[in-house]
């Protein structure tokens, strides 16, 4: 039994299609075929069957890739063994997530690992999802930053080892010269008049504005849905804009004001989320030792 194919057939479970699995380990979707289809000649038995355009793995495919699961852990436990009796946690660690978070978490994580773990090689990408979509980047990286506004754990996370690291208060951003910035705080109803850049109606954020519309029974005025925070500070610094920030990273010198919000909640948990085999591996817990302390 070619282990390859108990990892693949893993992928497959938590991917779910070839195009993804093919994507995520840098191979075209008919090579990823052509591997189904050797695997299950050198077992003896159906490993996939079609459903609608694509594949869903038969009973004796999900069998196999629970075991691959199995060995992913195990592997992971003998790598953090072994990195345990040499005495200093080494190798690569991948990291993707939110750039509103990992402005405050990474740089100083960086500093700290390379004084206490220099052989730690920490590499990261920004990357800003729905919340659903997070846990998926966990095939192809070793930690994602992800967060939610219902709970500490994200949505999609099932199976996964979730993390805590920090808790953020999202404001109500306003240029200096709004009539509202004045103000200590902000209810729902204070807020029913004015103009919105808000995200993506599937991201966390449009939790809180779904929240102040079911409060007050107004549908707030979405004229723009932007992800990038830093488009949605330039306009609502330059004009008469409302929109939703986080408190630890939005400029606080660019024009821009930020006043909490009372009457809903408002505060996001920001969470390390990871494959179990992957939060087995010692580097992998130094760097979450790292990114919770500068939390």
């Known amino acids: 039994m070619d282990p390859r194919h108990l990892e693949l057939l893993r992928r497959l479970d938590e991917l779910g299609s070839v195009t993804a699995v093919a994507r995520a380990t840098y191979r075209t979707p008919s090579a ?12 003896g038995h159906t490993l996939v069957e079609p459903e609608g355009r694509g594949l869903k793995l038969t009973t004796a495919g999900r069998l196999l890739a629970a ?15 072994w990195e345990d009796y040499l005495g200093e946690a080494s190798g690569d660690v991948r990291i993707a997530g939110l750039p509103s978070a990992l402005t405050y978490l990474m740089p100083a994580a ?11 090689v920490l590499t990261a990408d920004d ?24 709970s500490a754990r994200p949505a999609a996370t099932e199976g996964l080892t979730v993390e805590s690291l920090a808790r953020e208060r ?10 509202l910035a004045g103000r200590d705080e902000l209810s729902p109803g204070d807020l029913v008049n004015d103009r919105w850049v808000s995200v993506p109606e599937d991201y966390p954020f449009a939790t809180i504005m779904s929240s102040i519309e079911q409060v007050t029974g ?29 408190r630890f990273t939005t400029p606080h010198n660019a024009g821009l004001t930020l006043v909490p919000l009372s009457g809903v909640s408002a505060t996001r948990w920001i969470v390390a989320v990871m494959a179990p085999d992957t ?17």
């Open 170 to 179: 999202i404001d109500v951003a306003m240029s200096d010269e709004h009539r």
């Open 110 to 120: 960086l500093q700290q690992l390379r004084k206490t773990s220099p052989g730690i």
């Open 32 to 43: 990823v075929s052509q591997q189904l289809k050797q695997a299950a000649r050198e077992l």
């Open 279 to 295: 939060a087995e591996r010692a580097a992998v817990k130094r760097v979450l030792e790292a990114l919770r302390a500068n939390a």
């Open 67 to 81: 075991g691959g699961k199995d060995v992913a852990s195990a592997i992971a436990r003998v790598q953090a063994d």
């Open 218 to 246: 107004c549908e707030l005025e979405v004229t723009q849905r932007i992800r990038d925070n830093r488009l949605i500070e330039a306009i609502v610094a330059s004009g008469d804009h409302l929109a939703l920030l986080p």
């Open 127 to 150: 990357v800003d999802l729905a919340e659903h979509e997070f846990a998926a980047l966990t095939s192809d990286v070793d930690i994602v930053i992800a967060h939610s506004l219902v």
